[in-house]
């Protein structure tokens, strides 16, 4: 940990309470002192009010967690579900996946429809078109918004 004296952040003290998790599963601690030293950790103000709490625990044989990159694209931050960070694979691989989930989805509605019209013998209504028609044409809008974005970034 940095020197003593400096004040910590929420991730310093999201660290130490994962550190005295692990330690309670481990059987290090008691539910008592676990509680208080939690109780501890989420009212420290400096490393050294952390440090304190975990002197008398051994080193964490794996390394501790790191906080999670969030991922930026056009100077905002996206969560889990916004562009670009579904495959990991940047700008556009939300919307390979998005067509990929979409064409997967459609052949699946389509066979189905001709599994039942071959199992009845009847010309049914094409009900897959109200599952894929409305589904695609929301994707071909944000793909073409995607673009549109990607040529006036560059």
Partial sequence: MPEPHL??????????VTRLDESLADGRLGL????????RAHAAVTYG??????????????????????????GAWHGAWGHGTWGHGGPGADLRAAWTSWLVTGVLVVGIWLVSMLGTGDLQYPWPVWVVGPWGVVLLARTIGERRRAGLRS
């Fill in 32 to 39: 008592a002192e676990y509680e208080e030293r939690s109780a």
């Fill in 49 to 74: 009010d952390l440090a304190a709490l975990t002197a008398d625990l051994p080193r964490p044989s794996r390394p501790e967690p790191r906080p999670v990159a969030r991922a930026v694209y056009g």
């Fill in 7 to 16: 004040r910590a952040g929420d991730a310093d003290r999201a660290a130490v």
